[in-house]
Each structure stands twice: as structure tokens, then as C-alpha cells.
């Protein structure tokens, strides 16, 4: 049997898609202006909320519907929707339909050519929804110094664009956001992506860096959705059901890795998009911005602990509680064996057409530049690239990241798809995704075929990285 029953994230509904059809190609209203005659499919209100992640502790924030995360919107793959969004702050904002293929007016940043939501206007969207799968929506501005901007608000919410058939057979479907909360500015470095033993670092130079590390973004508090470990709701189950979590990482800078207690996630698609060959694994590890789609076998009664494989982390917020039916007791964390986290095993034998082009990409940092802050070099070069990045249309291209600092970077191009190719030398192929992590002094491959003509922008989805430069324009000749 399959249900569409979900457990609630936030304001806890999915906004309703009205009947109205739609014709034309993607459209924004004017800024200030009126909405159009008839109701939208999809409303959102940008606006202040209160996020009470346990009993004794509530965030002030920024959300979406007077809720963080915000509605998990469900949409039809092709079918054209409405989206008036409504901005009741005092500064101007974005919303951007991350892993959307639309075109740049509509896509939500603001360097692609996206206009600004006014502060108290609204404007008014039509989006074909493609392709399937997995999506999320979230602000899209610049924070700098201003931890309270940007990714680092509670503006963000799934969007799942139906595909013509389920992903997999399963009883029960659950959304559940990775969310870091009360951000701060330290000198400490705070990446913390557990990937397993370390791998390969072909881009580690021979002589380390001695220039001292700039400030850095840590957090005080964690929740999966709107709530702490063991605040709200448990997810509750049955023995011999199938779950089907749909898991994304909403942090502004962080890496996470995830396990369930007791329990093995069957992988189904990587970014919304499914992968060749699933495969059960004990860890989740996701950048920001990188999502999940996993089958759970309900096969060991009890309540168990599913959240974060760092200690602090988990005994901090991030974690949730999987309740069987008629089983009590203490919840149980059991920690994972393997926190190995590969990509390469969810796709097939190698197999690449040549590319056209080859597109080399070094990352690099300038540690405690001006501002003591960090500041990131794409090819020596900070935003914006002009010119740099030329595609033509219709041509593979093959962007290789060469990795030469100690963080791991969770790198995400908008509108379009990459194929992985190779990580640190590990070949693969059909594993499709907007974001993958590269990691530290590592080197990733990816094939990028060209066909969705406009601006788009490339950058770090750790937020303070792309605000410190760490983003370039491609253009279409």
C-alpha cells in the first residue's frame, strides 16, 4: 500500500496546488505590483516566526507561512504552477527553486537576473516544475557578516515534483530538514564532515599553509524540522513497514552525516534523482543543500534514535525518534560501524561519452584575508569571473574541482544537472546530482551538458564561503 502521509516539517501541510491552468513561459509581476486576477496555486509569505525547537528554548527567525521549515509543497513534473510570494520583512529577498530546470529570470538569484522581492511587495511566478524528484526552496541572499540573513533564517522548505511513478514501494513517507541553529562567528575551524577514514588528497600541497585561519561560522543548537531531539512528535511505525525518508541538509555552512540507529538506509536517489544501483548504507554524509531519498526496513522493534553520527551534535538537537508501535522504554542510539560515505556506489561501470571541453576549477582560500575573514579564489579569482565561464549549447563539458584547501566544499551548479565522473580517482557513472561534496585537498569530475541556455550560477553552498567568494557566472555564447 502506498500513502502519502508525511510527517509534519513546521506549519505541518503541504500548500495546496489549485486547479487554475496556466499558459506561457515563466513570468514575474512587476515589483509592487498587483497580484493577477484568480488565486495562485502556490502562496508564500516571507515573515518573521517563532520556531520553538523544545519546551525550554524558541528561535526568533525568518520563515516561510509563519513556520521554518516552511509548507512542503507538492507539484506535478511539467504541469505549470502560480507562486505569489509575499515579502513582509523590511529588506528585499529571493526565493530560489534549487534543482529546478527554469529559466534565470525565475530561478531566484539575484546574478543570474532574478529581480528582488521589494521589502513589503510581492511578485508573482510561473514555473514549469522539472525535472522530478526531490527539490527544496530557500532564500538566496547575500549575509556577509549578518548571521541573520540569508541561509542562516529559517527560510527553507521541501518541494517534491511527483514523477509519473513512485520511487519505491512504501508505507509511510516522511520529510525530515538537517537544521543548525543560533549561529556564531569563531576563530575554531568548524568543518566537520565525517566521511570515514580519510581518502586521497591528490591537491595537499607539499608545504602546509601557516597563515591564520579567519572566522568561522559554529552553531549552538541543532533540530531535524522545527524540533530538538525528543521535543517533538516521534515518527511512529509499524514492524514490516517500508519508510520512505526524503532527507535534505538546510544547513547554512555545515556538513552532517546522519545514521539510524539499528537500521540501514536503502539509497534511491541522490539530489531528487535516481541513482543506478541503490544500496543500503549505515551513514548519510551531505553538504549543504544536498538531498537524499532512502528506503528504511521496519524490521527491529523498539524506539531508536535516528540523527547525527557527532555525539555533540545529536545530545545538542539534531535527532528525531523512531517509535514502534507498542514498544516503550529509553531510546536507543547505537553508534554506526562504517561512516564511509562514497558516491561511486550508487552508479555503474564508467562509461562517458569524450567531452567537447575540459574545465579545470582550483579552489583555493585566502585564510584571514580582510576582515579576517577567509576568502575564496576560483582560478585565483574571486566573483564574479567575468567572462570566464563561456558554454556553448548542446556541448558536454567535463568540470574538474581541484580541492586545494582543508574544507570540504559542497559545490552546487544552478539549473542544470552534472554526471560524477571521478572522486579522488574513483570512477563512476549515472549518478546524477546539482551538489556534491568536494572533499578536503580532493579532486571531483563531473560532465555538464549544456542545454539550459541563460545565465547560471555556480558557487559553495556553505553560505559564508560563497559570500567570501566563492561563486562564478556561466553564460551561453
Known sequence: MNRRDFLKSGCGSVAGLGAARLAGAQMQMPPGSAPEAGGADVTLKIAPVIVQLDPNRAISTIGYNGCSPGPVLRMREGKPITVDVLNDTDVPELVHWHGFFIPPGVDGSEEEGTPMIPAHGRRRYQIVPRPAGTRWYHTHTMAGIDLHR?????????????????????????????????????????????????????????????????????????????KSLGAGEPIRVRQGQRLLLHVLNASATGNRSIAFA??????????????????PVEVLAMGPGERVDAVVEMNRPGIWILGATKDDDRNDGMGVLVEYANQHGDPKWVAPTNLQWDYSIFGKPAAHPAPDQTIDMIIEVIPGGPGNFNHWLINGKEYPHEGEFVLKEGARYRLVFHNRSDDAHPVHMHRHTFELVDVNGKKTSGVIKDTVVVPNYGVVSVDLVANQPGLTLFHCHNQQHMDFGFKALFRYA
Open 150 to 226: 540569508g541561509t542562516y533564517t529559517g527560510q527553507f522548505g521541501f518541494v517534491y515534483v511527483e514523477p509519473a511513478e513512485n520511487p519505491g514501494r512504501y508505507d509511510q513517507e516522511v520529510f525530515l530538514a538537517l537544521r543548525d541553529w543560533e549561529p556564531y562567528l569563531s576563530s575554531e575551524d568548524m568543518d566537520e564532515m565525517e566521511m570515514g577514514l580519510p581518502g586521497p588528497q591528490p591537491e595537499k600541497p607539499a608545504v602546509p599553509d601557516k597563515r591564520q585561519n579567519g572566522l568561522e561560522v559554529g552553531y549552538r543548537i541543532f533540530s531535524i524540522n522545527d
Open 262 to 279: 539499528g537500521h540501514l538506509f536503502n539509497v534511491l536517489a541522490l539530489d531528487g534523482n535516481p541513482v543506478p544501483s541503490p544500496h
